[in-house]
């Protein structure tokens, strides 16, 4: 259980869009870089959360 109640990236202000940004988009392409597993694992799952296929999961690593 988190000690805080999460929010939405529509209820935050821009730190909070940012974060989320950044989440949902580059962490899941910065793990396949440096070849993390459990950083990919997180990643994916996050990245999958927010609307992101299979196929464009699997083309990240060739993307520039």
């Known amino acids: 259980m ?4 999460g929010i939405t990236a529509g209820q935050g202000g821009l ?3 940012l ?3 950044f989440t949902e988009r580059v ?3 910065l793990a396949t870089m440096t070849a993390c597993e459990y950083c990919m694992d997180l990643g994916s799952q996050i990245a999958r959360r927010a609307g992101l296929s299979d196929d464009k999961l699997l083309a990240m690593p060739n993307y520039r």
Do not use: G, S
């Open 2 to 5: 988190a000690r805080l109640p």
């Open 15 to 17: 730190r909070v869009k």
């Open 19 to 21: 974060a989320y940004f």
């Open 27 to 29: 962490l899941a392409k």
